[in-house]
């Protein structure tokens, strides 16, 4: 039976550490999250964001704009927070309205800004294993989980599939950087199967529920579960058969209660973080 990685634990306890530092600077961080539309889930995803930042003591706003919002009115609010001296992290929340393409707006914001660790210098940053001015919040929260419970990358054979700009490859150039041996898998690959049961650490990031199954898993291998579906009952799914993969595995993350809390503690922490760069 799998070690269960406590992802909601953890990230209590980097938040509770966080408000403590928090107190005793002179001002308190500011997080700007900008949210364009009605997605359901986007509003969900920003309410618990809002909820951590203001349990880390810090100044936190949302700026809701409506569904139809021009291209001009977007980058006019960006510019806005860019020059805002009380914002030290700007969170333009994704997916936007089909009118508006996010690669329009990624790159406005100042990366000295860019919490979420989207734009051109700290992709590029990363890919140049520099260190950027704030690293993907999921990526960075997978490792900040696999160090808690001292999971060894140098050397370990990481299977990743999804090459999402957000998830897939950002996290395979955190994990190359620390010496891991990264395979990044995805729709067109052949014989998946038998590229994952040969990961020391598989990472599923497709939004595909159950899709990896126990016959996927080495036994005794780490695996991290990125997806979050909601399925026709309501309840919250990943990626991974828990049921299944649980007896194979020397450790899961659960659904909910794995990436999803580590990913919040990463925004937390890259807030904080870009706070103390002014």
């Known amino acids: 039976m799998a070690q269960i990685l406590d992802g909601k634990a953890l990230s209590n306890k980097i938040i509770e550490n966080i408000r403590e530092k928090t107190l005793l600077l002179d001002k308190k961080p500011g997080l700007g999250v900008i949210l364009v539309g009605e997605n359901p ?51 333009l929340q994704l997916p936007l309205p089909k009118h508006l393409n996010p690669y329009d707006f990624l790159d406005k914001i ?9 734009h051109p210098v700290n992709a590029g940053k990363l890919m ?18 696999l160090d808690e419970y001292n999971i060894k990358l140098e050397g370990a054979n990481a299977v990743i599939i999804g090459r999402s700009n957000i998830v897939g490859k950002p996290l395979s150039m955190l994990l ?5 041996t990264v395979t990044v898998v995805h729709s067109k690959t052949k014989n998946l199967s038998e590229i994952t049961k040969n990961a020391d650490i ?3 990031a497709t939004g595909r529920a159950d899709m990896v199954t126990g016959n996927m898993v080495k036994k005794g291998a780490v695996v991290i579960d990125v997806g979050i579906i909601r399925d026709e009952n309501g309840k919250l799914r990943g990626d991974v058969d828990f049921d299944s993969v649980k007896e194979i595995a020397g450790f899961i993350t659960p659904v909910p209660g794995g990436v999803g809390p580590m990913t919040i503690a990463a925004l937390i922490q890259n807030t904080y973080e870009l ?4």
């Not at 000295?112 to 660790?117: E, F, M, Q, T």
């Not at 950027?132 to 989980?145: E, F, W």
Request: net charge positive.
């Open 128 to 145: 140049l294993n520099e260190k950027p001015y704030a690293v993907p919040c999921t990526p960075k929260g997978i490792i900040t989980l």
């Open 110 to 118: 100042n990366p000295k800004k860019d919490v979420d660790g989207f």
């Open 41 to 91: 889930a986007s509003k969900v995803y920003v309410k618990n964001k809002e909820k951590q930042a203001l349990n880390a003591g810090f100044n936190s706003a949302v700026y809701k704009l409506p569904e139809n919002t021009s291209k001009d009115d977007l980058l006019k609010l960006i510019d806005e927070l860019n020059n805002d001296e009380g914002t030290n992290g700007i969170l």
């Open 176 to 180: 190359l950087n620390r010496n891991a």
């Open 275 to 278: 706070s103390l760069k002014e």
């Open 202 to 204: 598989l990472i599923s």
